[in-house]
T-cell receptor, first 113, second 115 residues
Framework: EPEVTQTPSHQVTQMGQEVILRCVPI?????FYWYRQILGQKVEFLVSFYNNEISEKSEIFDDQFSVERPDGSNFTLKIRSTKLEDSAMYFC???????????FGQGTRLTVV | AQSVTQPDIHITVSEGASLELRCNYS??????LFWYVQSPGQGLQLLLKYFSGDTLVQGIKGFEAEFKRSQSSFNLRKPSVHWSDAAEYFC?????????????FGKGTKLSVKP
């Protein structure tokens, strides 16, 4: 069964460093998302991406964040200068059509030290 | 404001007992409703969804949920809980149309199962 794949599963980085989280959405999907879940808290929407541009973003998604679909398969989330409070589980999701459910990846646990 | 409320942070039930997890939402448009399950260290797995039609929806692993518009609720039920159901359960609401479709999640309910 097709699935959304995220790498790495766990990344540790020093405060101030740049990180790139990678996702391979399901191949025929058109809509892509990033969510995050700070430990013990709810899952929060960060950004949606469609037709090679951001379609919606939350207040969390400030200038430190960017997304890219550099080729036909990968979807990346970049944090330019990580802060301690960026430590969280980051989930990528994709869906084929507007009227279908989103499929989530297994997540990347980011730890900023 | 759009929101999802899961009033129970933690529920413990005995194996074989019935289960109901509560979810209330506040949403301006016709909602699309979802229940996801997250096992420790794992991602989010879709249990079931409601888009339209029959308000009682069946999902995987023997779960079902009922959409009650008048109560703005979408409670998750299972008649007989198994030890493997121990996990965290998230209710989510979204609107699907155009290129948008971000979900709003509740804070989750952690389910523990006693032998």
């Amino acid at each position: 069964e097709p699935e959304v794949t995220q790498t790495p599963s766990h990344q540790v980085t020093q405060m101030g460093q740049e990180v790139i989280l990678r996702c391979v959405p399901i191949s025929n999907h058109l809509y892509f998302y990033w969510y995050r879940q700070i430990l013990g808290q709810k899952v929060e929407f960060l950004v949606s991406f469609y037709n090679n541009e951001i379609s919606e973003k939350s207040e969390i998604f400030d200038d430190q964040f960017s997304v890219e679909r550099p080729d036909g398969s990968n979807f990346t989330l970049k944090i330019r200068s990580t802060k301690l409070e960026d430590s969280a589980m980051y989930f990528c999701a994709s869906r084929p059509l507007p009227t279908t459910e989103a499929f989530f990846g297994q997540g990347t646990r980011l730890t900023v030290v | 404001a759009q929101s999802v409320t899961q009033p129970d942070i933690h529920i413990t039930v005995s194996e074989g007992a019935s289960l109901e997890l509560r979810c209330n939402y506040s949403y301006g448009a016709t909602p699309y409703l979802f229940w996801y399950v997250q096992s420790p260290g794992q991602g989010l797995q879709l249990l079931l969804k409601y888009f339209s039609g029959d308000t009682l929806v069946q999902g995987i692993k023997g779960f079902e949920a009922e959409f009650k518009r008048s109560q703005s609720s979408f409670n998750l039920r299972k008649p007989s809980v198994h030890w493997s159901d121990a996990a965290e359960y998230f209710c989510a609401v979204g609107a699907y149309g155009g290129s948008q479709g971000n979900l709003i999640f509740g804070k989750g309910t952690k389910l523990s199962v006693k032998p």
